[in-house]
């Protein structure tokens, strides 16, 4: 079974960078399109960004569109989230998920937690 685990989060101040990482346990991995999620307090969880198994397509929220970049390493069974010009609003919880095109994420990380201070 397809396990994933989350790594990289912080606490930043606006404006910083910080570079996730979701790191898979199989080499299955490259079969699924992979997709970033958060979840701030009190909020429900909401996309972030994904992208296909070959890496060549790619989608982002509005709100994180031009800051962050979501990029994959299938050798390394790897996928990364680029985040840039952080903002207090970026603060959430981040999973990394994965799906085998059937419209659903069926395997989820753990979460990290990413914190930006005004």
């Known amino acids: 079974q397809l396990q994933l685990v989350e790594s990289g989060g912080g606490l930043v101040q606006a404006g910083d960078s910080l570079r996730l990482s979701c790191a898979a346990n199989e080499r299955t991995f490259s079969s699924y399109a992979m997709g970033w999620f958060r979840q701030a307090p009190g909020k429900e969880r909401e996309f972030v960004a994904d992208?296909?198994?070959?890496?060549?397509?790619?989608q982002y929220a509005d709100s994180v569109k031009g800051r962050f970049t979501i990029s994959r390493d299938n050798a390394k069974n790897t996928m990364y989230l680029q985040m840039n010009s952080l903002k207090p609003e970026d603060t959430a919880v981040y999973y990394c998920?994965?799906?085998?095109?059937?419209?659903?994420?069926?395997?989820w990380g753990q979460g990290t937690q990413v914190t930006v201070s005004s």
């Open positions: 998920a994965a799906e085998k095109y059937t419209g659903v994420y069926d395997y």
């Open positions: 992208i296909t198994w070959n890496g060549r397509n790619t």
